[in-house]
């Protein structure tokens, strides 16, 4: 049962099924194959059918998911991508589904109660409480035997991939050929030579310009674009209208008084006897009042803590918890705790844990220093606070005249704000503040496309700053002419020529450096190839870089092996001028532990995915409502 309790943990919230190492979010437990005869089916694997409506749901799932990474600019998704993931992992996961209950890998109910029953979100004071168990299941719109049935699902689907992610092996010779490898150190010398540097002679002719955009018209489309006009408000502009009087600096004050009136401290000794399987509550009790009594006839609090509280953590110390907070053990323990006069002992108090005798041994309180000292703070405070609310109202104000008016115009003079235009913006070449996600969605939605002009409701870009936009024209997506694509298509022409010819410089030079000395070649080239040491694949370099300086052979003797590759808008020429071959023997233990675990890991991880695409290979799959593309 343990094993199952390790393959399932966090099932409670969102499950995450790892194929090919692209996390999936599932439905929650709601279910994915049709329950409702009612419920079209989108996908059907062997004889199990994925509904439409768990297709659609988990596409939303994944799409809020990758939202949330990107902050909510939803322009930066590629939906088809996104549901092509979705789809295939549906898939995937129906076909292991499938094979495990071919296989037995199934629990019985009695198994899963036992799992809900350890689950941690459903534990009330260290034990199950049905009580939450029941409002989760009503929360969640879930039945009993909805809930069993998808837990038995999940957990065969992870036994089963479990099981084979679990078999990757990896030997001690696999081991040091990989700490070869890893170790492996080679001398580097790079040249960054810029693209820019490299001269086209010959000119874009029309036919050049006609033939690339005849093989690429469809790439060749303007995006839908938007005019728009937009007004700012920034608090700051406020700033001169708000003015502090003396009674706004004392009620600031005041509120500081009042904050740090219940801001205290309570330095508390306890002696805990426990309610428990060893313990009952009667015992307890009977138990903290002779306790009690001993106090009561004189003996030290501390000495008889140390004695006999079962706290152990407060009975080595004397009972002492140290200075305590209000609310930092919420119930009767703290009321009584926060309520007791300096040195008096309480009567016993119940809670959780037990029975308990309460002392407080000293108490701290946050003084206010005077009104004179702190008043350039105050004055600050009040400010912000009036700037604050000022602002408020002022976004209230404008949101209620972009109701009544279609004139930006008029909105920007009943504030004396500066009105903005904006031609051709798409989602992509947006700049601020039209760059903000939810400015993006006011000016590219339904309601615009199909003719809403109207202003919109304040929108606020960032703490203390709200814009206000109109859509004066609405540009569809469609294919630009070639004229209008003709200046785009010469840069583009320009750059692959360029790219061309640099292409070529570096493969001139990567040959001249197999044959000539290294210090010929840079001399004859007018390049300076500049050391950057020795590198291994575990020494951070970049990736490009790193990916080059591995790929070559190693240089012959007074020789250098070179590659390159374009980034950005530079060609880097990596050259080795000395391979160190890896030595297993300074991998040290712990390093060669992570090796082996990883290496097994990545085998299991392929063997999972061999074994899926066997799976895919015999399956009868049909796909009623999927695009082609998305499968």
Do not use: C
């Amino acid at each position: 049962m343990e094993a199952f309790r390790r393959l399932i943990r966090g099932w409670l919230g969102k499950v995450l099924l790892v194929i090919f190492l692209i996390p999936f979010a599932l439905v929650g437990i709601e279910g994915y194959f049709s329950r409702n005869g009612n419920d079209e089916t989108a996908i059907q694997v062997n004889k199990a059918k994925i509904s439409q409506t768990a297709l659609d749901t988990a596409i939303e799932n994944q799409r809020k998911q990758l939202l949330e990474q990107v902050k909510g600019d939803e322009s930066q998704l590629n939906q088809d991508a996104i549901k092509k993931l979705v789809t295939n992992n549906l898939v995937y996961r129906a076909l292991l589904l499938d094979q495990a209950k071919k296989l037995g890998f199934e629990l019985s109910d009695q198994q899963i109660g036992q799992l809900i029953r350890q689950e941690p979100s459903f534990h009330e004071n260290g034990k199950y409480s049905d009580a939450l168990f029941q409002t989760y299941l009503k929360n969640s719109g879930t039945s009993l035997s909805q809930l069993l049935n998808d837990v038995r699902e999940q957990v065969a689907i992870q036994q089963l991939a479990g099981g084979i992610n679990d078999t990757g092996l990896a030997s001690k010779a696999d081991i040091d050929r990989l700490a070869v490898l890893q170790t492996e150190k080679r001398k580097v010398h790079v040249a960054s030579l810029p693209l820019s540097g490299f001269v086209v002679d010959s000119q874009i002719t029309d036919k050049q310009v006609a033939d690339y955009y005849n093989k690429n018209k469809s790439q060749l489309s303007l995006p839908e674009s938007v005019d728009v006009d937009f007004v700012v408000l920034d608090s700051n502009a406020l700033a001169s209208q708000v003015q502090v009087t003396d009674a706004d600096i004392q009620a600031q004050y005041k509120a500081m008084q009042a904050k740090s009136a219940g801001a205290e401290e309570r330095r508390i000794q306890h002696i805990l006897i426990e309610v428990n399987g060893k313990t009952s509550e009667a015992a307890a009790k009977q138990q903290i009042e002779k306790i009690a009594a001993r106090i009561k006839a004189g003996e030290d609090f501390g000495k008889v803590a140390s004695e006999v509280s079962q706290d152990p953590g407060s009975a080595a110390n004397s009972g002492d918890l140290g200075f305590l907070s209000k609310g930092t053990f919420p119930g009767a323990f703290d009321d009584t705790a926060f309520s007791l006069p300096v040195n008096q002992v309480s009567a016993p108090v119940r809670s959780d844990a037990g029975y308990h005798l309460i002392k407080v041994s000293e108490i701290k309180k946050d003084n206010v220093a005077s009104l004179d000292s702190l008043r350039p703070q105050l004055i600050a405070q009040a400010q912000q606070s009036k700037l604050d609310e000022l602002y408020s109202e002022t976004v209230n104000r404008l949101n209620d005249m972009a109701v009544d008016t279609d004139s930006l115009q008029e909105l920007a003079k009943a504030q004396k704000l500066s009105v903005n235009s904006a031609k051709n913006v798409t989602k992509l070449n947006a700049t601020e503040p039209l760059n903000n996600a939810s400015v993006k969605a006011a000016l590219f939605n339904d309601d615009i496309v199909h003719g809403d002009r109207k202003i919109s409701t304040g929108i606020e870009i960032a703490p203390g700053k709200t814009i206000w936009v109109k859509v004066n024209n609405y540009h569809v997506a469609r294919p630009q002419t070639l004229a209008e694509a003709t200046a785009q298509i010469k840069q583009t022409l320009q750059a692959q020529a360029q790219r061309a010819k640099a292409e070529a410089k570096a493969k001139a030079i990567v040959n001249a450096l197999e044959t000539k000395s290294p210090v010929q070649v840079q001399q004859e080239n007018n390049i300076t190839l500049q050391s950057l040491g020795e590198i291994t694949r575990m020494s951070g370099a970049p990736l490009a870089l790193e990916r080059a300086a591995f790929a070559v052979a190693k240089p012959k003797a007074n020789q250098w092996s070179a590659g390159y590759y374009i980034e950005g808008s530079n060609l880097i020429i990596v050259a080795v001028s000395e391979v160190i071959a890896g030595d297993p023997a300074s991998v040290n233990p712990e390093q060669r532990q992570q090796l082996t675990s990883t290496m097994a890991t990545l085998r299991g991880q392929q063997e999972l995915a061999d074994y899926v695409q066997y799976l895919k290979a015999k399956a009868k799959i049909k796909y009623h409502s999927v695009d082609e593309d998305s499968k």
